[in-house]
T-cell receptor, first 112, second 115 residues
Framework: AQSVTQPDIHITVSEGASLELRCNYSYGATPYLFWYVQSPGQGLQLLLKYFSGDTLVQGIKGFEAEFKRSQSSFNLRKPSVHWSDAAEYFCAVGRSSRDMRFGAGTRLTVKP | AAGVIQSPRHLIKEKRETATLKCYPIPRHDTVYWYQQGPGQDPQFLISFYEKMQSDKGSIPDRFSAQQFSDYHSELNMSSLELGDSALYFC??????????????FGPGTRLTVL
């Protein structure tokens, strides 16, 4: 069965520091992979997605993610975090709505 | 650009009451998805519609029903509300094109509180 694991429930980084949010998945085939960001009380906003091709994906707000098939991972990175990046981040995998699975989320706190 | 619209944004109901949540997809999007996100939980897929027909069904309780109308808006009807139904309900929409397959655009959500 497909599943998504985000090992870090909560991460705190200083503003300007680099960030990496981990995502591991279990899926029978090559999945479609997504990272969403959710600000408090807001809907999910798509940061980036991977369908096929280049395994390093660029997204909005300076985020990028790398698909590593051998590690079943799709980690999200940003070289320099801004205070406005504080939010909840969800990794998702799936090829259809029925098998779309979200991770439990990682809450990012940014210290001044 | 137009986004997914959900109404109401907040709703407070008593136990055993009914509630109706509405979702207006992005123009020209023909697929609507409903998700439930409990406090501190990840979004759980409930149900989806494509061209006014139910396309997929997830963990939607029997007390809930939904439909998509001719103008593509969708309504989620919830009856016999329970305390555990308190959650953020997201609607998402997508257009079935080659380069946006399965890319769902989410609305801001309706926060339902059952007292």
């Amino acid at each position: 069965a497909q599943s998504v694991t985000q090992p870090d429930i909560h991460i705190t980084v200083s503003e300007g520091a680099s960030l990496e949010l981990r995502c591991n998945y279990s899926y029978g085939a090559t999945p479609y992979l997504f990272w969403y960001v959710q600000s408090p009380g807001q809907g999910l906003q798509l940061l980036l997605k991977y369908f096929s091709g280049d395994t390093l994906v660029q997204g909005i707000k300076g985020f990028e993610a790398e698909f590593k098939r051998s590690q079943s991972s799709f980690n999200l990175r940003k070289p320099s975090v801004h205070w406005s990046d504080a939010a909840e981040y969800f990794c998702a995998v799936g090829r259809s709505s029925r098998d779309m699975r979200f991770g439990a989320g990682t809450r990012l706190t940014v210290k001044p | 650009a137009a986004g997914v619209i959900q109404s109401p944004r907040h709703l407070i109901k008593e136990k055993r009451e009914t509630a109706t949540l509405k979702c207006y997809p992005i123009p020209r999007h023909d697929t609507v998805y409903w998700y439930q996100q409990g406090p501190g939980q990840d979004p759980q897929f409930l149900i989806s519609f494509y061209e006014k027909m139910q396309s997929d069904k997830g963990s939607i309780p029997d007390r809930f029903s939904a439909q998509q109308f001719s103008d593509y808006h969708s309504e989620l009807n919830m009856s016999s509300l329970e305390l555990g139904d308190s959650a953020l309900y997201f609607c998402a929409s997508s257009g079935d094109t080659l380069y946006s397959y399965n890319e769902q655009f989410f609305g801001p959500g309706t926060r339902l509180t059952v007292l």
